[in-house]
């Protein structure tokens, strides 16, 4: 079983930007898709950004399109989400998920999640 802990949150000011990890252990994880979801509070959990099985396919949000970039490194078992220009609204809980599927926003799709790491964005 994929486990995932994510890494890298904390506060930030708005503008300034972030780089968030997640750590896969017991699997390799060059067999799955992964993929960033967050939750803000109140709100349902949203897909951020995914990477198939490869850098090859990527997608994103169109809320951090043009300012994020997700990436992987299947030697090192990690995966990481680059977000810069950062808003208020990007604040939340973020999540990672591996599954054996493309890249999606699916959430039923995905068989492994992290914990999350929280992000806060705020002045």
């Known amino acids: 079983q994929l486990q995932l802990v994510e890494s890298g949150g904390g506060l930030v000011q708005p503008g300034g930007s972030l780089r968030l990890s997640c750590a896969a252990s017991?699997?390799?994880?060059?067999?799955?898709?992964m993929a960033w979801f967050r939750q803000a509070p109140g709100k349902e959990r949203e897909g951020v950004s995914c990477v198939g099985t490869t850098n090859s396919i990527t997608k994103y949000a169109d809320s951090v399109r043009g300012r994020s970039t997700i990436s992987r490194d299947n030697a090192e078992n990690t995966m990481f989400l680059q977000v810069n220009s950062l808003k208020p609204e990007d604040a939340g809980v973020y999540f990672c998920?591996?599954?054996?599927?493309?890249?999606?926003?699916?959430?039923?799709?995905?068989?492994?999640w992290g914990q999350g790491t929280q992000v806060t964005v705020s002045s």
């Open positions: 017991g699997f390799t994880l060059g067999y799955y898709s």
């Open positions: 998920a591996g599954g054996y599927h493309s890249c999606s926003f699916d959430e039923d799709l995905f068989v492994s």
